[in-house]
């Protein structure tokens, strides 16, 4: 295994030839951004301070639809949502399936504004509305519009603008129509192209370069025959020539560390280079284990005139074009990969990169209550952490849940929050949990429950641990039994440390200490990454986060939540080569006895 410094991705080559790049090449880290980051596209806003701002997929997370704004492509900020209230498209509550919601929006700019083409798919209702959003603020929420809507063809809308300002629509399938970006109104819809193989041609995005209409999509579907390809005509209608080197990019078939390259979009930056934004897993060959699910990756191309781009290959740390380091981003948001430090304090907001499974209810969230300071008050929900648990097909039953999160965005990680909670009745619990969707979880709760004596009669209620893994339909081979353990006398009427830990790329454990001495820590479970990967969820990637339920009781104590943390600790760019995301071994180890 593999460490390198931190400091290697930063570092400047100055190279005569460099893979065909020129002058000046930089090394850089893939993912460009860490975890679920799925179906990305990416515009290059010159108007914007020399700004590229990149979009990816959300399905049932809300708020829906993070727009990124980077100079230098290395350093990335969530600027704002598309999506950010129930409000702008109320249908969005309608979603039962894991995989409903939001899919493969195109992010594209246009005389002053921005606009995300995107659809809403309800796989249980069979139904497909396609959604435009604009704003001429893109680092503000509460700009974005309620959304255009319209009836499309087929999925993965693109957006294309033609010399004479008309508005076109290319969809999977590769249908084109005109379409009307105010009012939702489309044309008749053609079939362009039939692919280089035929097989589930989607996300496609037109281009116009050198008198060429070049129509770039993806085949193979997503999964290990994911692949890049890409056609041209002299006229947007077509014919359209399919090229002799297709795909332009893929990883199928090799043993790389990084595979599912598809869905890519194309953007060059501030000085005419070219690149390649593209979904992938970071599974290896066998495919089996990828819980941070499709991140975006950045790859640079070259594209010379009136020929056909030529795309470097998608690798963990490659070179590509040379741009300034930049932090200069307008905006509250946090940088991808920033570590959390969370402490609710008084008149602070729920921070920006935290999460939910649909929309939440406001109510079940309070940050500093009297009482309380500097904790996030949790008010527990009737619906269960592993809702579908033991029906699959049920699917939702349209409860809300008392559940939040953020992003797993690091290959190895610890995360932690402290739990101050007084139940009173059977079940009400509060935990920690890995989250790929209703029912694939990993979780560790502190829940109310009957105590076993040791003569085997039932005493009074008592606060207990309880791990449990819900895996239905995943990669997973075995999911561990649960079971639970009483909480130390000498804990209880304290803050209780719960703690996740990515210790390896293939495996989360998870632990409790009392909050007053970290570092005496009880193991409490062991689970693999393959339940958090495939099965219900292969779109999407796992999240870390904190929720209460009284388990379909009757339930009301409220929970208290304290110095939220998330530390990345590395990230593995290779098969088994890992990278530190924030120093020495040392920090490594500090981490994991919770001494920070």
């Not at 489309?186 to 496609?204: H, K």
Request: net charge neutral; proline share 7%; glycine share 8%.
């Amino acid at each position: 295994m593999i460490r390198l410094p931190q400091a290697l991705l930063g570092l400047l080559l100055i190279v005569s030839t460099a893979c065909g790049l020129g002058p000046q090449t930089q090394m850089r880290q893939n993912p460009a951004l860490p975890g679920w980051h799925s179906d990305p596209s990416c515009v290059f806003v010159p108007e914007r301070d020399n700004t590229t701002f990149c979009a990816s997929s959300t399905f049932l997370l809300t708020p829906g639809i993070p727009i990124y704004a980077s100079k230098d492509l290395s350093n990335w900020r969530l600027a704002s949502h598309a999506l950010s209230r129930e409000s702008q498209y109320p249908d969005f509550k309608l979603s039962l399936a894991q995989t409903d919601g939001i899919w493969a929006p195109t992010l594209r700019y246009n005389r002053g504004t921005f606009y995300v083409n995107v659809v809403y798919k309800n796989n249980v209702l069979d139904k497909v509305t396609g959604l435009i959003f604009n704003t001429t603020d893109p680092f503000s929420d509460d700009s974005w519009n309620a959304p255009v809507q319209y009836k499309p063809v087929s999925i993965d809308p693109d957006l294309f603008w033609d010399d004479d300002g008309q508005a076109y629509m290319a969809t999977a399938g590769t249908n084109l129509q005109t379409l009307d970006v105010t009012s939702g109104s489309l044309g008749e819809a053609t079939r362009i192209w039939n692919g280089s193989t035929g097989n589930f041609l989607e996300g496609p995005h037109l281009y116009k370069k050198d008198g060429f209409y070049y129509l770039l999509t993806a085949e193979g579907g997503s999964g290990l025959n994911h692949s890049v390809t890409m056609a041209r005509s002299e006229n947007i209608w077509g014919p359209y020539q399919s090229y002799e080197n297709n795909p332009v990019l893929t990883n199928r078939g090799s043993s790389e560390y990084f595979q599912n390259i598809g869905h890519a979009d194309l953007f060059h930056d501030a000085n005419g280079n070219w690149w390649s934004c593209a979904l992938t897993w970071r599974s290896g060959p066998d495919g089996q284990i990828y819980p941070m699910g499709r991140e975006m990756a950045l790859t640079p191309v070259i594209w010379k005139e009136n020929e056909w781009p030529s795309f470097a290959p998608v690798r963990g740390v490659q070179k590509g074009w040379y741009l300034p380091p930049s932090h200069n981003i307008t905006g509250d948001g946090p940088f991808a990969g920033d570590p959390d430090v969370v402490d609710f304090e008084s008149n602070s907001t729920i921070p920006r990169n935290f999460a939910f499974w649909r929309w939440p209810n406001k109510n079940s969230y309070a940050i500093s209550p009297p009482g309380h300071p500097a904790t996030l008050q949790l008010t527990p929900s009737s619906a269960t952490i592993t809702a579908g648990y033991k029906n699959y097909s049920a699917g939702y039953d349209g409860r809300e849940f008392t559940l939040i999160m953020r992003r797993q965005s690091d290959t190895l990680f610890q995360y932690s929050v402290d739990v101050s909670f007084e139940p009173t009745a059977q079940n009400e619990e509060v935990g920690v949990t890995v989250f790929l969707n209703q029912v694939q979880n990993i979780n560790l709760g502190l829940v109310m429950l009957p105590r076993n004596d040791t003569n085997g009669t039932h005493s009074p209620l008592a606060l207990h641990f309880r791990f449990l893994a819900s895996g239905i339909q995943s990669n997973a081979k075995k999911v561990p039994a649960p079971f639970v353990v009483p909480v130390p006398t000498s804990w209880l009427h304290h803050p209780i440390r719960l703690m996740i830990r990515a210790e390896s790329e293939t495996h989360y454990s998870f632990f409790a200490a009392a909050s007053s001495r970290p570092w005496d820590y009880l193991r409490l479970g062991k689970a693999p990454a393959t339940i958090v990967s495939g099965g219900a969820g292969p779109f999407t990637g796992s999240l870390v986060g904190v929720y209460a339920t009284n388990n379909n009781g009757k339930g009301s104590t409220k929970s208290y939540i304290s110095r939220w943390r998330y530390s990345g600790l590395a990230q593995e760019v290779g098969n088994r080569d890992l990278i530190s995301s924030h120093g020495s071994e040392l920090d490594f180890r500090r981490n994991l006895i919770g001494v920070h």
